[in-house]
């Protein structure tokens, strides 16, 4: 079956403020085997909604309204559905109770503009809201003698999600031919995608029965794969195999096998190991520390670290000699494995790592131009130390050399 | 004058990749007085996407595609658009000459499916496409009856917008009626919206004129400001009235009002005056460094900083007391203040600042719940504490405290 998703709200229409509940209920009807085929943003405006619901209803299978049924005068869905749709709208004295009795609960006053969200289409469902006022809807039946499903889904992220997950996954899974479909993510980190595509390209295109994305960013690659078949255990075996070569293919390259992020597998090593990382930046101002602590429970293993922007501080922090700098420059292969001892040594950590470079788009030179950075990983059995031209802006290049230093760490773990 | 814009692309379709280039059409569009009605996004797929043309060529009067200009068999709008309008498509030979030479040029091999970027529409101006392959295409004129215009774009950002700039503006500008369009944004940091709104609602609401929006994120609210009259002049005046009085109102509450963002506001106010910064960072774990490092230039005023997440650390790096720590645990009024003081004697920074606290969601007690920050800044002045229980999760609770340091040492500095 196929889904069209229809986002309202005028807001959406300015450069400031985008859909995103689309992305999520793509990936649940996907989940069921449902395809979204379009999507639309549609202003606060009556007739455009009416033109939208006329649309959607004679081209796409699920039909999903979200937003426009607050109680303000902008909020139209209600009113344009019934309109395109050619139903009444009835004021349900229940669900009029219930918002009555929800604002009297909190001591709000209940103004006449509330009680339009008690309005329900004559041939729908009202499906209760868990975390909000305004309820959803729901239609199923016949529309121009096609087999239609249509649902009228409250804006607000977090109602949305609650209100989809209560009350419409079963909905949709009574209705919706069962499917079988196993997917599986496969990520690596700092390999060029094309280097990626042209290894894996051979053996994926074998396998014509399972779908494969490749999705490349900001230095990290993730490989797709989906199969639908007519049992779920021929479309697990299915991707379970091409997975399995793929890995073969491209072995240690791969971080991740269950959609962990690199943060997530280098917290699981190390804790594993129990062993400890503190870290030394200059050039990356922190993001390092930033990425490793965004996982709660990382006090574990990262003591912490030191942000040397001065000399002065990669000196008095990290132990780096100043005659090191000096001689070798703040951007140097030396004063990066001087970061990574000393920064190890100063909180008696199993692993300490440096990195200092020329983030730009200032500061760069011929010989030291804007996305050199040396990225240095010392442990008990040494200190390795990479150079590394990264392309792009400051933010790319701070976000390329923290990511090498975690696939340096998770490579020293495995 | 009002536009459509349609995405085109089956990768838009799924759970993983978002139209973001219409945030670009739309900021442009809206400053020549333009407003966008519908945002569409279409699949690789020609019939739908013909009738995403007809029903834009129906009810817009700027249309503009972007995407699927490119030369595989997916890239499907140049045909799609020839048939929904009855147009021809002419394979234009001074284009495919130039295709011919690119790929020469680079080494590459003009293979046959390159041939149909050369296809333009028969009332179509080509755009010549200053960053890639694929040219644009600008038609101009009646479409049953009605002026129309309508764009063929491609669809890498970086191709558009400059494509976009180089090609479509001036065109634009000449048909789109003079306007005089005059705007403002005002930024406030760490104030609840409902109360800012309470306090500029009855200011905003006299100027009828004036269109106001309030927007609201991550710890940050903007008030934008956008008036249209019949001379610039007039245009500004009004916009440039309403924001002093709301300035008026809310006096040093406002950080921002040419945009900038609250970092390069702190950022200008420590290099005028030569002041430096530190930083010991507990709970946000390198977050507030990232942040102030994310600035070209930032080395000019900050020293660098400490991550100490293990107390141990707080001591070595912020010489904070392990008798303190023992006595009021790591998160604390008095830790952060010693943090504070301890790292700015350490960097001899004119200003220092101390952040801990629990992010969550694991880690709170009762008496020091998720969420429970305290954040200190010391200066020549002695050293202010702030305590703050944060909503939201961990990634909410570091953002607001990361802001809320960058606001007092805002403060501190007017």
Not at 218 to 229: D, M, P, S, T, V
Not at 360 to 379: D, M
Request: hydrophobic fraction near 40%; charge should be neutral.
């Amino acid at each position: 079956m196929n889904a069209e998703i229809i986002a309202v709200g005028s807001e959406l229409l300015t450069p400031h403020r985008q859909d995103t509940n689309s992305l999520y209920i793509t990936e649940k009807l996907n989940d069921l085997g449902v395809e979204v085929r379009y999507k639309s943003i549609v202003g606060d405006d009556r007739a455009g909604l009416a033109a939208a619901a006329n649309l959607a209803m004679r081209r796409s299978e699920i039909i999903i309204f979200m937003g426009g049924l607050g109680p303000t005068e902008d909020d139209l869905t209600r009113e344009a559905v019934a309109e395109a749709l050619g139903l009444k709208l009835n004021r349900d004295p229940g669900i009029l109770a219930k918002l009555e009795e929800r604002f009297a609960k909190r001591g709000f006053k209940f103004t006449p503009n509330n009680m339009k969200q008690a309005d329900i289409l004559s041939s729908a469902t009202p499906l209760p809201n868990p975390v909000g006022t305004a309820p959803g809807q729901w239609i199923s039946g016949k529309y121009d003698g096609q087999e239609r499903i249509l649902m009228l889904l409250p804006g607000p992220p977090h109602e949305l999600k609650a209100l989809f997950e209560a009350e419409c996954l079963s909905r949709l899974r009574a209705k919706v031919p069962p499917q079988h479909i196993a997917t599986r993510v496969l990520k690596m980190a700092m390999m060029p995608e094309s280097q990626v595509d042209a290894r894996v390209a051979p053996i994926y295109k074998a396998y014509t029965d399972v779908e494969t994305t490749i999705l490349a960013g900001a230095g990290e690659i993730q490989l797709h794969f989906r199969c639908r078949k007519e049992s779920q255990a021929e479309a697990e075996a299915r991707v379970e195999e091409l997975a399995g070569k793929i890995e073969d293919e491209l072995g240690d390259a791969i971080f991740s096998r269950k959609g962990e992020s690199i943060e997530q597998i280098v917290s699981y090593l190390l804790q594993m190991r129990g062993l400890t990382l503190a870290v030394a930046e200059s050039c990356t101002g922190g993001l390092l520390a930033e990425r490793i602590t965004s996982l709660s429970g990382s006090s574990r293993y990262f003591l912490g670290g030191a942000v040397v922007y001065s000399n002065e501080l990669k000196s008095q922090f990290a132990n780096v000699p100043k005659a090191l700098i000096d001689k070798h420059g703040a951007v140097s292969r030396e004063v990066a494995t001087a970061m990574a001892e000393g920064i190890r040594k100063r909180c008696l950590s199993s692993y300490g790592v440096g990195i200092t470079g020329v983030a730009g788009p200032t500061g760069g030179t011929e010989q030291k131009p804007v996305g050199l950075v040396y990225i240095a990983l010392s442990g008990d059995d040494g200190t390795q130390v990479v150079e590394r031209n990264f392309p792009g802006d400051r933010k790319h290049i701070r976000t390329f050399a923290s990511l090498q230093a975690l696939e340096m760490i998770r490579r020293a773990l495995i």
